[in-house]
């Protein structure tokens, strides 16, 4: 709309005055004081249509805001139809080892199967008593008897297979627990996958959406930690390992050490007693 402002200049209107007379004819005055207030109410109506002439196209664009505002909400609330069709993937689950499919002839075997199915330390240390062979107490009096180096030997085995004792026990437990726990996971997981690839509104909104990137987020920490617990019994696996390849080489040195120690004087030892056995033996016919 295009606004029209009226202003009427006083010398159009002194110069109209004959032309008003004469066309009213005789007994009809002209006032110009009340014409001019006359023009004056035209011209205050005037503004007032186009004060009222902006605020509707005020109100006018602001209704096209919103209703765009609106139509780009909604198409942004509507997932496609097909998204879960073209992006939705199994995924692997740990599996528990089901007691029937593994055999357990001397009943044995059994309680290993449920630590690593459901963890827990006290079904480890069940499963390692059940099924690795016990290490005897070594005899206090035939280990004092021993030399310094051997009973630091024997010592030092003893530590290796303790130490082997709370690796193997923890990591059952840590297997266990992430396996027990895996199904739970699953569920979760299902869970936030079927909200991910839902066509219904309200799992589109901006509060849902940042609600699933933030349990995505929790759900991938998890996941992390169980991996960490996992690369850390490997770990405490593998320092074993290297202790005791440690252990066999300091064995190797401390015996060759040993033996360069005490050849020289059992050599001598030995020479000195088949020389004396030479001389003791006479080589003369008579016996003499």
Do not use: C
Not at 6 to 26: D, K, M, R
Not at 193 to 202: F, H, I, K, L
Not at 248 to 270: A, D, H, K, V
């Amino acid at each position: 709309m295009t606004s029209r402002k009226f202003v009427v200049p006083a010398t159009l209107i002194l110069a109209l005055a004959p032309l008003a007379h004469a066309q009213f004819g005789s007994g009809i005055v002209f006032d110009p004081t009340q014409s001019a207030h006359a023009i004056e109410q035209i011209e205050q109506g005037a503004q007032r249509l186009q004060t009222a002439e902006q605020i509707y196209t005020t109100a006018y664009n602001t209704m096209n805001q919103v209703i765009a505002a609106y139509n780009l909400a909604y198409q942004m609330s509507r997932m496609p139809q097909n998204l879960a069709a073209r992006y939705q993937s199994d995924f692997s689950m740990w599996t528990n080892l089901s007691s029937a499919s593994v055999p357990d002839t001397y009943g044995n075997t059994s309680a290993w199967i449920n630590a690593l199915d459901l963890g827990n330390p006290t079904r480890a240390t069940s499963a390692f008593n059940n099924a690795v062979i016990p290490l005897q107490s070594y005899p206090g009096g035939a280990l004092s008897s021993q030399d310094a180096i051997t009973q630091a030997a024997i010592k030092n085995q003893y530590a290796s297979s303790e130490l082997g004792q709370a690796t193997l026990t923890n990591s059952l437990s840590t297997l266990g627990t992430i396996r027990s726990d895996s199904q739970t996971f699953q569920q979760k997981l299902a869970n936030l996958e079927s909200d991910t690839y839902s066509t219904d509104p309200s799992q589109q909104a901006s509060n849902a959406l940042l609600g699933k990137i933030n349990s995505a987020t929790m759900l991938q920490i998890h996941s992390q930690q169980d991996t960490n617990q996992i690369l850390a019994a490997e770990a405490a696996q593998q320092a074993l390992d290297e202790k005791e390849q440690l252990d066999e080489r300091n064995r190797l040195m401390n015996q060759s050490i040993y033996f360069q120690q005490t050849f020289p004087t059992l050599i001598e030892s030995m020479t000195s007693g088949v020389s004396d056995a030479i001389h003791s033996v006479s080589l003369s016919t008579t016996g003499h």
